[in-house]
């Protein structure tokens, strides 16, 4: 095979390489938890464009999304988050 990340992998830094990905990242380990309302208002976009992104972050493994009544509350997948990444390291390393 050439090149060192699985399909896993590929996803999830794909999906951490854009600008408001990482910013949605960092606000969630400010803040353990957001609903997309409060994400959004952080992050200065459209709630489509946001939905977006939040879609893409939980497909990846990134983030959580947990229903709590009619709010959906968001928050880092902190051992997928390590573990995609030592993968990573593991793979390209040996």
């Known amino acids: 095979m050439i090149g060192c990340c699985s399909p896993k992998s590929l996803k999830f830094f794909k999906s951490i390489s ?6 949605i990242l960092a606000l969630l ?6 609903n997309a309302s409060e994400i959004r208002e ?7 464009t946001t939905s977006h992104h939040l ?14 009544g009619k709010e959906v509350f968001y928050s880092l997948k902190t051992q997928n988050i390590s573990s995609c990444c030592l993968s990573f390291l593991k793979d390209l390393l040996h």
């Open 29 to 34: 380990k400010v803040h353990k938890s957001l």
């Open 55 to 68: 879609s893409l972050l939980t497909q990846a493994g990134a983030i959580d999304a947990q229903k709590k």
């Open 42 to 48: 952080h992050i200065k976009l459209s709630q489509p």
């Open 18 to 23: 854009d600008k408001h990905r990482q910013l």
